[in-house]
C-alpha cells in the first residue's frame, strides 16, 4: 500500500518521489529522475493511484497511472492527456530488477554530501553559508578539499570512501552557489564558472574518471549556472564527456543510465551515441529484462530514437530465446509490449 510522506526510490535509483495525502482521496507528490523535476496531482483508490504530471523542467504534461504494493511501485506513463498506451514505466527496484553495480564498491559512501564532508574536514558547510564575501574568503579551504579528495581520496590526510562521481556533484554544488551569490552580489558569476571548469580539467588530468564520473561531468552542463571553458574550444561539451561515458562503460548499468540522461537532456546529436550505448549494452547481456530496459523501459520516447536493425535484432533475439522463471518479464508480455508500439 502507498506510504505517505515516504521518499520512493525508483527506476534503478536515479528516480525519487515523495507522495502527500489530501483530503477526499487526492494525492500530491514532487518527483525528479535524471535532471527532470515535476509534480503529480491525482486520486487514490485502494493500491491505485490515477493521475497527471507535470514536468517543470521540461515543461510537458502527461497521464501516469501507479499500482502500488508492500515494497514500492509499478508506474506506467504517457505524454499528453489525453486516453492512449502507456508506454514510460517507473518502478521501485525489486530484487528481479537488479543489476550489478560494479563500480561502487560500498554502500556508506552514498552517504557523502557537503555537511558530512564539512564535519570530516573541521570547517563549516558551505551550503549553510549565505554571506557571500565569507565564502568567497573561505574559497581555497574549500577547493583545497575538494582537490585532495578527487586526487587522493582523502580529507587533511585521512582516507575516505567517497567515489570521485559524488566529489564531481559536490564541486558543482559549491561552484555553482558562489556564482549564484556572485550574481546577487553584482560580481562575476563567469569568474567562478572559470574556476568550476579549471577544477573539471583537473580531475580529467590527474584521476582516473570512470564511466560514472564522466557522466557527472556531463550532467553539469544542464545547471542553471556551468562550467565556463573558453579556453578549451577546442573541445565539445558535454558531448565530449558523454562519448568519455560511452568508451569507459563495462557493464549495463553505466550504459542505461547513460541512454536515460541523454534522453532529458537538452543537447543535440544524442541520438546515435545513444543508438552506440544500446548496442554496447546488449552485446553485454542478453535477456528479455534488459531488452525491455533498452527498448522501452522508463521512457516511451526511446522508440522514437532507437535504429531500427538494433531494434528488431533485440526483438529476434529475445524470440529465439528459452523462455525463463529467472527475471520480471516473460516472453509473453515482452510480446505484448512490443505489440504496443
Given amino acids: 500500500m502507498i506510504k505517505f510522506n515516504h521518499e520512493y526510490i525508483y527506476s534503478?535509483?536515479?528516480?525519487?518521489?515523495?507522495?502527500t495525502e489530501g483530503k477526499n482521496n487526492t494525492?500530491?507528490?514532487?518527483?525528479?529522475?535524471?535532471?527532470?523535476?515535476?509534480?503529480?496531482?491525482?486520486?487514490l483508490q485502494e493500491n491505485v493511484l490515477e493521475a497527471t504530471f507535470h514536468s517543470v523542467s521540461m515543461n510537458r504534461v502527461g497521464l501516469i497511472h501507479f499500482t502500488f504494493s508492500e515494497d514500492g511501485f509499478d508506474a506506467k506513463w504517457k505524454n499528453g492527456l489525453e486516453p492512449g498506451t502507456m508506454r514510460g514505466r517507473w518502478?521501485?527496484?525489486?530484487?528481479?530488477?537488479?543489476?550489478e553495480?560494479?563500480?561502487?564498491?560500498?554502500?556508506?559512501?552514498n552517504m557523502w554530501n557537503w555537511t558530512i564532508i564539512a564535519e570530516f574536514a573541521g570547517v563549516n558547510d558551505p551550503m549553510d553559508i549565505e554571506d557571500y564575501n565569507t565564502l568567497k574568503d573561505d574559497f581555497e579551504t574549500y577547493e583545497?578539499?575538494?582537490?585532495?579528495?578527487?586526487?587522493?581520496?582523502?580529507?587533511?590526510?585521512?582516507?575516505?570512501?567517497?567515489?570521485?562521481?559524488?566529489?564531481?556533484?559536490?564541486?558543482?554544488?559549491?561552484?555553482?552557489?558562489?556564482?549564484?551569490?556572485?550574481?546577487?552580489?553584482?560580481?562575476?558569476h563567469e569568474y567562478w564558472c572559470r574556476k568550476w571548469a579549471s577544477f573539471n580539467e583537473l580531475i580529467e588530468m590527474n584521476c582516473s574518471p570512470n564511466s560514472e564520473d564522466y557522466l557527472a561531468l556531463g550532467q553539469q552542463y544542464h545547471l542553471q549556472y556551468q562550467p565556463y571553458n573558453s579556453e578549451y574550444e577546442e573541445k565539445n561539451y558535454p558531448e565530449e564527456w558523454f562519448l568519455l561515458a560511452y568508451e569507459?562503460?563495462?557493464?549495463v548499468e553505466e550504459l542505461i543510465n547513460l541512454i536515460q540522461?541523454?534522453?532529458?537532456?537538452?543537447?543535440?546529436?544524442?541520438?546515435?551515441?545513444?543508438?552506440?550505448?544500446?548496442?554496447?549494452a546488449w552485446d553485454y547481456e542478453k535477456s528479455i529484462d534488459i531488452a525491455v530496459q533498452l527498448i522501452s523501459d522508463d521512457n516511451e520516447e526511446k522508440r522514437e530514437f532507437i535504429d531500427e536493425d538494433i531494434f528488431e535484432d533485440i526483438?529476434?533475439?529475445?524470440?529465439?530465446?528459452?523462455?525463463?522463471?529467472?527475471?520480471?518479464?516473460?516472453?509473453?508480455?515482452?510480446?505484448?509490449?512490443?505489440?504496443?508500439?
Fill in 101 to 109: 553495480n560494479k563500480s561502487n564498491d560500498s554502500s556508506d559512501s
Fill in 315 to 341: 526483438i529476434n533475439n529475445v524470440r529465439d530465446m528459452e523462455d525463463s522463471e529467472v527475471g520480471a518479464w516473460t516472453k509473453s508480455q515482452f510480446e505484448e509490449l512490443i505489440d504496443n508500439f
Fill in 248 to 251: 569507459n562503460a563495462d557493464n
Fill in 144 to 188: 583545497e578539499i575538494l582537490t585532495e579528495l578527487a586526487e587522493d581520496n582523502t580529507i587533511n590526510g585521512k582516507k575516505t570512501n567517497i567515489n570521485l562521481y559524488q566529489v564531481i556533484q559536490e564541486a558543482g554544488r559549491f561552484y555553482g552557489k558562489l556564482a549564484w551569490l556572485a550574481e546577487r552580489n553584482d560580481d562575476s
Fill in 27 to 43: 494525492v500530491t507528490a514532487n518527483y525528479i529522475v535524471f535532471n527532470d523535476k515535476g509534480t503529480i496531482t491525482g486520486n
Fill in 12 to 19: 534503478r535509483g536515479n528516480g525519487k518521489i515523495t507522495f
Fill in 261 to 280: 540522461y541523454g534522453l532529458f537532456s537538452e543537447y543535440y546529436n544524442f541520438e546515435s551515441l545513444a543508438n552506440d550505448c544500446v548496442r554496447k
Fill in 91 to 99: 518502478f521501485t527496484e525489486k530484487k528481479s530488477n537488479k543489476i
